[in-house]
């Protein structure tokens, strides 16, 4: 495995529109990109957990991009959104310089879910930098909120558990793209207030507008939020279990 820390995906950008790269040794590889957790206050790329993470990922045969986003207070929406974007079409158009990329997916875990899920549904994101979200070959969301996410919430000054669908809530997107590539979202069965409801509705709500739900699959943990990601070894397992599928 090789490992190249703090590539910007910004040129001339703040201090934390940057990647960690961990790649397998091989010319062919497939790429995932993990955007972390921490409801847009916390949370970063230099976990000491992403190292074991990393290496599982590579011994799979996936080169793993861990990236960092600015946060609050210092950003606020869609500011976190628009960094997504960038790091995905970044790594999109420069992956070759490390080896032959076969596919490119992306995902994350809780604010890092919100986050794959405003990419994949709501297009302008990443067409700002000239990606279509089907270009990606699938999307892993970890316990992601499908609604405004709270701590945008808190941005607007709402309670955090108020609920709110509109332009800045994935499930707010839905419908408007003809499909999309496949997808898996996680969710705990003791997860945040509403999260497990949030995530059926988000589910049923695709199913609504008649999308092929062969695309779209669901599995539901034991335990409270996000609680399984702390072992790198079982959240990569999951990732890989579900990618594997789609070869």
């Known amino acids: ?28 590889f497939k790429v995932f990109i993990y955007f972390h957790g921490g409801g847009f206050r916390t949370g970063s790329k230099d976990n000491e957990l992403n190292k074991i993470f ?32 960038a790091c995905v ?8 310089n490390h080896g032959k990329c076969e596919r490119i997916y992306v995902g994350g875990s809780s604010a890092g879910a919100y986050l794959s899920m405003m990419l994949c549904f709501d297009e302008k994101y990443l067409k700002w930098y000239d990606v279509n979200p089907i270009e990606i070959d699938g999307w892993f969301h970890d316990a992601g909120q499908p609604t405004s996410h709270f701590g945008i919430m808190r941005e607007r000054g709402f309670e955090r558990y108020k609920v709110v ?27 945040m207030p509403a999260r497990y409801e949030q995530t059926m509705l988000m589910i049923a709500t695709m199913k609504s507008f008649n999308y092929d739900m062969d695309k779209v699959s669901l599995k539901v943990m ?9 072992d790198r070894k079982l959240l990569g397992s999951m990732i890989c279990e579900f990618l594997d599928s789609l070869k």
Do not use: W
Request: contains cysteine.
């Open 165 to 191: 669908v509109d332009e800045s809530a994935p499930m707010y997107h839905v419908g408007d793209q003809k499909e999309y590539s496949p997808m898996r979202f996680i969710v705990s069965d003791n997860d």
């Open 222 to 230: 034991n335990g409270t939020h996000g609680a399984y990601a702390k």
């Open 54 to 85: 990393g290496e599982f990922m590579t011994d799979n045969g996936y080169a793993l991009v861990c990236a960092n986003y600015r946060l609050s207070p210092e950003a606020r929406y869609p500011d976190y959104v628009y960094d997504a974007a």
């Open 1 to 28: 495995m090789k490992i190249i820390k703090d590539i910007p995906y910004v040129e001339n950008g703040h201090k934390r529109q940057k990647f960690d790269i961990y790649l397998p040794d091989a010319d062919t």
């Open 89 to 96: 079409a970044h790594v999109k158009k420069n992956i070759e």
